[in-house]
C-alpha cells in the first residue's frame, strides 16, 4: 500500500477526526498511487494516522478510517452500511407506511467520503464523488444489497456527472443489480416519480422533506409561489395542506414537466395548481404584487466554490428583495440556501440586507437545516450545508 507522509503538525486535524487530506499538507508520497487506490497516511513522525482513498486535486485523501489494523474490504462496507441503517431505523425513517424515501448514506456524515445512496421504495440510488468510491461500486453494491437485505430490488449507480473528469473513469449510468424498477416512492403519504434516469442529485431533493412538511402547516387558505419548484416537492405539500393556489415556477421545461407529473400523481385535475417555465427574476419582476402570500424561494447553489461567493451572495441578496418587496403584508416567506460555500451567517446577512432594502418589517419564525438522515459530522461542521429560514413578512 502506497503511504503519503505529510508535513510537520499537517496532521492536527487528522488527530480531531477531519476526514480529509488537502493536497498542501503532503511532504511526499512513497511510489505513485493511482487515483481512487487505498493509501496510509503518516505523520512527519512517520507515525500512521488514518487511511482512505486517494486522488489528484486539492482533497488528495478522503479518511475511511483511523484505525491502522482496519482493512477496507467487504466486511467494512457492510459494517459502514450497517450503522447508517441503524441509524435511520433507529429515528423512525426506514419502516414508516407512508414513507419509503430517505438518505441512507451522506458522505462524511456517515465517515463515507464521496459516497451518497438515497432509498426510493425498492430502489437505491448510489452516487460516488470520489474515484475510490467508484472503483468500489460493485462491493458497495454487494454490501449494500445483503444489509438491506430483501427491502431493494434494484440499485442504481448514477455518477456520469459527479466524478472528477480529469480521472479518466468513464462512469456510464446503470443498474448494479435489478432493472426495470417502478420509479414512484412516496414521502409522508404524497407520491412522487423518481428520475434516477436523467434527473438531478439522485432523482430527487430528499433534504427538504422535513421543511415540506413544515410548509404544508402553513398552507392552509394561502396563495402559493414555489420557486425553483424543480419536481413540484414544495407545491405538492401545499395543496395537501389546503392552499387556495398553487403557483409553480423553474426555468426548466423538464421540471415543470415533472411538477406536472407529480401533480397528477396526487391531486389529479385539481385546477389549484399551475406551473410556469420561467426564469425566477423575470417572473418576480413581472407578477403582481398582490398575488402571493406564501413564496418558497429554494434556488441552485449560487456558488459552487469559494470564489464565487461575492457574486453569490448579491444574488441570494437580489433574488431575496424581490420575494420582500413582492409578498403580500401577512405573508410568509421561505427562503433556503444549499451552497456549501456560503456560510450560516452570511445568508443571514444577504437575507436581512434585503429586508430592510425592501422596507418591510420581517421576522424568523423557523430557522431550518437539512434533515436528520443527511447528519453533520462533528468533526466535519463543512458538512452542514442546508440553510433556510421562515419569515412572516409585515
Ligand atoms: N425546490 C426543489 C429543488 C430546487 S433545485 C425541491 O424541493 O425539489 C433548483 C431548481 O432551480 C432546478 O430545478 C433548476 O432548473 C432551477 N433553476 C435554476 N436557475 C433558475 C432560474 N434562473 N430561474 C428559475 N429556475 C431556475
Known amino acids: 500500500m502506497h503511504k503519503v507522509h505529510l508535513k510537520p503538525g499537517k496532521e492536527e486535524s ?5 476526514p480529509w487530506v488537502f493536497s498542501g499538507a503532503i511532504a511526499h508520497i512513497d511510489g505513485e498511487p493511482e487515483e481512487g487506490e487505498i493509501v496510509e497516511v503518516y ?12 486522488q489528484i486535486g486539492s482533497i488528495a485523501v478522503r479518511v475511511l478510517t483511523f484505525a491502522p489494523d482496519e482493512t477496507i474490504d467487504s466486511d467494512f462496507w457492510k459494517r459502514k452500511l450497517s450503522i447508517a441503517y441503524d441509524m435511520r431505523h433507529s429515528i423512525g425513517l426506514t419502516e414508516r407506511p407512508d414513507n419509503n424515501t430517505y438518505r441512507l448514506v451522506h458522505g462524511e456524515g456517515d465517515n463515507l467520503p464521496g459516497l451518497v445512496i438515497d432509498i426510493y421504495a425498492r430502489t437505491a440510488v448510489m452516487q460516488a464523488h470520489s474515484a475510490g468510491m467508484h472503483l468500489e461500486r460493485m462491493a458497495i453494491a454487494d454490501a449494500l444489497a445483503e444489509v438491506l437485505n430483501g427491502r431493494i ?14 480521472a479518466d473513469l468513464f462512469p456510464e449510468n446503470g443498474f448494479l443489480k435489478g432493472g426495470n424498477a417502478d420509479n414512484i416512492a412516496m414521502e409522508y403519504g404524497l407520491k412522487f416519480h423518481i428520475d434516477w434516469l436523467k434527473g438531478q442529485k439522485t432523482g430527487f431533493f430528499v433534504d427538504q422533506r422535513e421543511n415540506r412538511a413544515l410548509l404544508e402547516r402553513y398552507a392552509q387558505g394561502r396563495r402559493v409561489l414555489n420557486m425553483f419548484c424543480y419536481t413540484g416537492g414544495f ?8 392552499a387556495t393556489l398553487v403557483h409553480s415556477v423553474d426555468s426548466s421545461g423538464k421540471a415543470i414537466d415533472l411538477t406536472n407529473q ?3 400523481l396526487n391531486f389529479p385535475a385539481d385546477t389549484r395548481h399551475q406551473a410556469f417555465a420561467e426564469d425566477a427574476f423575470k417572473y418576480l419582476e413581472r407578477m403582481d404584487d398582490t398575488m402571493y402570500d406564501l413564496i418558497v424561494l429554494d434556488p441552485p447553489a449560487f456558488a459552487k466554490h469559494r470564489d464565487a461567493l461575492r457574486n453569490a451572495l448579491l444574488g441570494y441578496r437580489k433574488l431575496n428583495q424581490k420575494a420582500f418587496e413582492k409578498i403580500r403584508p401577512g405573508g410568509i416567506l421561505f427562503t433556503f440556501s444549499c451552497s456549501q460555500a456560503v456560510s450560516k451567517e452570511n445568508f443571514r446577512t444577504a437575507v436581512f440586507t434585503a429586508a430592510a432594502l425592501s422596507g418591510r418589517n420581517v421576522r424568523i419564525l423557523h430557522q431550518l437545516t437539512q434533515p436528520a438522515d443527511h447528519p453533520v459530522n462533528i468533526y466535519h461542521p463543512e458538512g452542514e450545508y442546508l440553510k433556510g429560514l421562515i419569515l412572516y413578512v409585515e
Not at 14 to 18: A, E, G, I, T, V
Not at 48 to 54: S, V, Y
Not at 157 to 165: A, G
Not at 235 to 242: D, K, L, P
Open 235 to 242: 407545491s405538492v405539500y401545499a395543496m395537501r395542506g389546503g
Open 43 to 54: 505523520t512527519s513522525k512517520k507515525e500512521f494516522i488514518a487511511k482512505g482513498h486517494f
Open 153 to 166: 430490488d434494484n440499485i442504481y449507480y448514477k455518477s456520469e456527472n459527479t466524478l472528477p473528469y480529469k
Open 262 to 264: 407529480n401533480m397528477e
Open 14 to 18: 487528522l488527530k480531531r477526526f477531519h
